[in-house]
Nanobody, 115 residues
């Protein structure tokens, strides 16, 4: 299983970014996927989840209405569209899935929200 995130960077408050996570090594279309983030000195935090077919999505209140998770099963890729970004969204963002009880994480991509 390999998860490779991309799309992070520096953005001003109120701006947008779209993260991508390219998956390989498993039947992507049959697994739920999630995004997490970890800010310096803080615990890793779940920020979005999507079902295997993409019909069901979930978010914590901290990002609901600003972040949108989606997936393209033909491309084995999951996305995180982030709008109205705030300085407190600054973190390393990770792609995540579980397969037969084993957790898999990508290497993460840095998102920095600053003026």
């Amino acid at each position: 299983v390999q998860l490779v995130e991309s799309g992070g960077g520096l953005v001003q408050p109120g701006g947008s970014l779209r993260l991508s996570c390219a998956a390989s090594g498993f039947t992507f279309s049959t697994y739920a996927m999630s995004w997490y983030r970890q800010a310096p000195g803080k615990e890793r935090e779940w920020v979005a989840g999507i079902s295997s077919a993409g019909a069901i999505t979930n978010y914590p209140d901290s990002v609901k209405g600003r972040f949108t998770i989606s997936r393209d099963n033909a491309k084995n890729t999951v996305y995180l569209q982030m709008n109205s970004l705030k300085p407190e969204d600054t973190a390393v963002y990770y792609c995540y899935t579980t397969k037969r009880g084993t957790a898999y994480w990508g290497q993460g991509t840095q998102v920095t929200v600053s003026s």
